[in-house]
Structure formats: structure tokens, C-alpha cells
């Protein structure tokens, strides 16, 4: 009677086990159809930010996208219908995270004070925590920070983006100038936040031409030195148009 013959130990064989286990990694890491997907938006996303930042909407195409990212331009259909569509998706991408942030940075300020705010910490609250993100965020914030600036500065429908994402939180810095000036007229608090995000969108947009005036002293891309400088000069320039600075006429004795 002859012996059954056993079947081969696969597991003792290391050179066999190791190739089975590399498969099994390989299937186990090989991304699901969502997590492609989300990876392909994200690069529409940061290729077409790169290009409205430099030639606004209407300076870009679907086919220019493509290009960049590499794929036909009906995929960009796909995912997002039409330009004017991607350019939302683009623009509100980073104006959530601001925003967020900035509220953040706004409420805290006003419970640490017990809501007795001043002029110069609203600003400081309102202003820093854009700065820090425009500044330190990166080449796609810095894009991001331009096409804010190209956006600000469009009127009717740039106006309307700057409505729809950013009201709230420019009339929480508003409530929070009034909490520090009581006594000043509303209107000139709303010229003082007008003039303070001109400054804001002007040292988003990186133009460089502080560099020349100056002769290199001051720097576009310094955004550590505006942020030493911004809120404090704001601040003085409110409380001036509000007759509370140093040059506001004194009351007669």
C-alpha cells in the first residue's frame, strides 16, 4: 500500500509567503473608486486655482484645466458641469476654511475680553488669522489669496461672490467695532472696515510693488512684517475717523 502524498506547506516557503503578502498589501492599498475621485477634484481644483488666479475667469478654459491636469476636457464636464461652476468650487474651497478661522479667531477674542473689545484686537483677530493663512499655507493659499484679491476688485458679480461668502463675518467684526466705539457713527465704521480690506486684498494680490518703491525695504511676500503692522495701523486710522484718535478735536472745558 503506497503512502498518500501531503499536500505542499505554502506557509513554509518564505520566498512564496512574502510574494502572497505583497499582493495582499497591494490589493488592500489600491484606492477605492471614491478616493479616486476625490484625488482627481482636488487636482482640478488646485491646477484650476493656479490659472484664475493668473487670468481671472474669464481668461481661462475647461480645455486650458485640462491641460494642466492632464486629462480630456470632457472629464471636467463630468465633474463639474461648466467653468463657472469649477470657479465656485475653487473660490469656496479656501472662503470656508477663512471664514471658519476668522469667526473662530473673532469669538474667541470677544469671550476672552468679556465682550469689551478693542479697536486694535478686533482687527487683530479679523486680519491675523488670514494673513497667517495666506502667508504660511503654502503656493496654493498664496494663489487663493490672489484670486481673492482679482475677485474684490470685479464689480457685479466679484461683489456678489464677496456677499455670499463673507458677509457674516464682516458684520461680526462691525458688532465687535461697535462694542469698542460705542459713541461712533456706524458709517464710519463701515469706511473703516472699506478701507481695511482694500489694504487686506491689496497684500493678498503679491504684486511686488512695494519691492521696487522701496528698493527691496519692504516686501510683498513679507507677510510677517504686514502682520506686525496691519491691525495697529487700522486700528488708529478707525479710531481717527471716528473722533477718538490723537488728532480728534477736544471738547471745549
Known amino acids: 500500500m503506497t503512502l498518500l502524498q501531503q499536500p505542499a506547506d505554502r506557509t513554509a516557503d518564505p520566498a512564496r509567503r512574502k510574494i502572497e503578502l505583497s499582493n495582499t ?3 488592500k492599498k489600491r484606492p477605492t473608486k471614491a478616493e479616486q475621485r476625490a484625488e482627481t477634484t482636488e487636482q482640478i481644483l488646485d491646477e484650476a486655482e493656479y490659472l484664475f488666479s493668473k487670468h481671472g475667469l474669464h481668461g481661462v478654459t475647461l480645455k486650458d484645466v485640462a491641460k494642466r491636469v492632464g486629462v480630456h476636457h470632457t472629464l471636467l464636464n463630468y465633474y463639474f458641469e461648466d467653468k463657472q461652476k469649477l470657479f465656485d468650487a475653487v473660490f469656496g474651497r479656501r ?5 471658519e478661522v476668522r469667526m473662530k479667531a473673532l469669538d474667541e477674542y470677544d469671550r476672552e475680553t468679556g465682550g469689551n473689545p478693542t479697536v486694535e484686537g478686533a482687527l487683530h483677530a479679523f486680519l491675523d488669522t488670514n494673513l497667517d493663512l495666506y502667508g504660511e499655507g503654502g503656493d496654493q493659499w498664496r494663489y487663493s489669496g490672489r484670486l481673492a484679491a482679482l475677485v474684490s476688485n470685479t464689480p457685479e458679480w466679484g461683489a456678489e461672490m ?3 461668502w463673507f458677509d457674516p463675518v464682516v458684520l461680526r467684526l462691525i ?7 460705542p459713541h461712533a457713527a456706524e458709517e464710519d465704521l ?4 472699506h478701507f481695511t480690506t482694500g489694504a487686506l486684498m491689496l497684500t493678498l494680490a503679491r504684486t511686488g510693488r512695494i519691492d521696487k518703491l522701496s528698493g527691496g525695504l519692504a516686501q510683498s511676500e513679507d507677510f510677517a512684517a504686514v502682520k506686525q503692522r496691519m491691525a495697529r495701523f487700522m486700528a488708529a486710522g478707525i479710531k481717527e475717523i471716528c473722533g477718538t484718535g490723537e488728532g480728534a478735536p477736544q471738547a471745549e472745558s
Open 175 to 181: 458688532e465687535m467695532l461697535k462694542k469698542a466705539l
Open 25 to 27: 498589501q497591494a490589493r
Open 162 to 164: 464677496f456677499d455670499q
Open 95 to 99: 472662503a470656508v476654511v477663512a471664514n
Open 190 to 193: 463701515f469706511w473703516g472696515y
